[in-house]
């Protein structure tokens, strides 16, 4: 729309309100539902064998606590897309914190090993939607630098290994699994309380219909950013979306009734369909492939580095693990953790200034020059030092995906797209002990990471084949 015109668009209020202070508030709030989801997956690591020693589990047995995790997370991921979709970002954040707090808290009564799986099942299922606080943060981000600042919360996830490890490290030795597990359910508790004061997404409000709404949301933004909305009447770029949007506004409304609910339903995979249209098959079929690849090799390595620290990828190695192996296991975590920070600046550097596909063929690039020297017999330090730099341009490539991601599909099926993506993820998240623990134990590390390498080729071809560029790109509502 011109300057001085009587309408204007999503996009165009976003860009005249900036990056203020609301939108510092909202990268606070999505940060702590990021970090409280970092947190439940990094105590994975901890508690496991405190468990087995406290339960006499079988090696099986201890692996089934994490695995539940990810077939929560799997079941999970497409039913908070829906939700999302359907009744919005901000009901799909209150459900997920409600069900990870109550999950995270009960699981620390577990009275025994089957009430415990079960729990974390649980979680596993509420941490699956952690998705949606990324699309509610982007829905209130102007276009400008947004791939910064969308990398710039993901920062919280790696803030949230590292307080996880810290406390484990703290609390474990001390005071045992459970109170670590109250302790880490608390930040889930603190969104929960948040929410309640948190607007839903305008963009979302408006491809429902709901312009009335949307209008005062991002009049409560230009109050806190003591900016101005633009002049006139909010519109869509899209006249067929602003029609079918405003017609159903009553059924929309209708949300908690039965025929609200069937509407929410039948529209929501009409939606979904578009997913799988001609417009947009390619790039979903890329999107899982490269989510599949970066959760493999991210997961992957961080296993590996784990197991090597530990002495259980020396074959020459059968000592049994000492105080100060467990020290050093903290610290190699707390060392692996941070050192995905430069590669999160690396990355934010370039992905507003180059473009997301750019970005991440440069630190596929990256990743494969850290990683291929282990082809070669290394020292034990040169090891872990390569595969601490690989995780951490992997790491910068898995962030910008999910900013691509997020930003390539339409708002109405924003959550779904980015819920089934994350969902195909974890099965790389299942698959990777096989070979990061599985080989590494069996003295195979060479195996390994010409795997890890050959998938790091074929994401950097899928990244080639992404057919849109969404760097400095309005989003789209349909």
């Known amino acids: 729309m011109e300057e001085g015109s009587s309408e204007y668009t999503l996009d165009e209020a976003l860009s005249r309100l900036g990056f203020g202070t609301f939108q510092v508030y909202a990268l606070l709030f999505s940060g702590i539902g990021y970090f409280s989801d970092a ?19 079988t090696p099986i047995q201890e692996s089934l606590i994490t695995t539940v995790v990810f077939v929560g997370m799997l079941c999970g991921a497409v039913f908070w897309g829906l939700i999302a979709d359907s009744f919005g970002r901000k009901t799909g954040i209150q459900i997920v914190s409600l069900i990870v707090f109550g999950a995270g808290l009960l699981s620390s ?49 790696i803030l949230g290994e590292v307080l996880e490890t810290l406390l484990a490290w703290l609390i474990m030795p001390r005071f045992g699994w459970r109170l670590l597990l109250i302790v880490s359910s608390l930040p889930s508790f603190t969104v929960l309380i948040l929410s309640g004061f948190a607007p839903e997404s305008p963009r979302y409000l408006f491809m429902k219909g709901r312009r009335h709404e949307a209008t005062t949301a991002l009049e409560k933004v230009a109050q806190i950013n003591r900016k101005q909305l633009p002049a006139g009447t909010l519109v869509s770029d899209d006249p067929k979306q602003l029609e079918v949007a405003e017609s159903s506004v009553s059924e929309e409304t209708d949300l908690l009734s039965l025929r609200g609910r069937n509407f929410g339903l039948r529209k929501w995979l009409q939606d979904a369909h578009q997913l799988v249209s001609s417009d947009l098959l390619r790039t979903t079929l890329l999107l899982w492939a ?63 200034r180059f473009g997301r596909k750019i970005c991440m063929e440069t630190v596929s690039l990256l990743t494969v020059v850290a990683i291929l020297p282990l082809l070669w017999p290394q020292t034990g330090t040169a090891t872990s030092l390569l595969l601490i730099t690989a995780r951490m341009f992997n790491s910068a490539a898995f962030s910008t995906l999910v900013v691509y991601s997020e930003e390539v599909y339409p708002t109405c099926v924003r959550g779904t797209g980015a ?28 195996a390994a990471v010409g795997l890890f390498g050959s998938l790091i080729v074929l994401s950097g071809a899928c990244v080639m084949l992404f057919p849109f560029e969404t760097k400095g790109k309005d989003l789209f509502d349909t």
């Open 39 to 57: 947190m439940e997956m990094s105590l994975l690591s901890f508690i496991g064998p405190a468990l087995k020693s406290e339960w006499s589990l």
């Open 419 to 446: 819920g089934v993506m994350s969902g195909v993820g974890r099965f790389g998240g299942i698959l990777c002990p096989i070979v990061a623990v599985g080989l590494v134990r069996g003295c195979h590390l060479t």
């Open 109 to 157: 009564f577990s009275p025994n090993y089957v009430s415990l799986l079960i729990f974390r099942l649980i979680l596993g299922f509420g941490a699956s939607g952690g998705h949606v606080f990324v699309s509610w943060f982007l829905e209130f981000v102007p276009r400008s630098n947004r791939g910064a600042w969308m990398l710039g919360m993901s920062t919280s996830w």
């Open 290 to 352: 490269l989510d599949f690849s970066y959760t493999f090799i991210y997961y992957g390595i961080q296993l590996m580095i784990s197991s090597l620290s530990s002495g259980q990828g020396d074959c020459a190695s059968s000592s049994s693990k000492s105080d100060d192996d467990v020290d050093a296991l903290y610290v190699t975590t707390l060392v692996t953790c941070l050192a995905e920070l430069p590669g999160l600046v690396l990355a934010a550097l370039l992905v507003d």
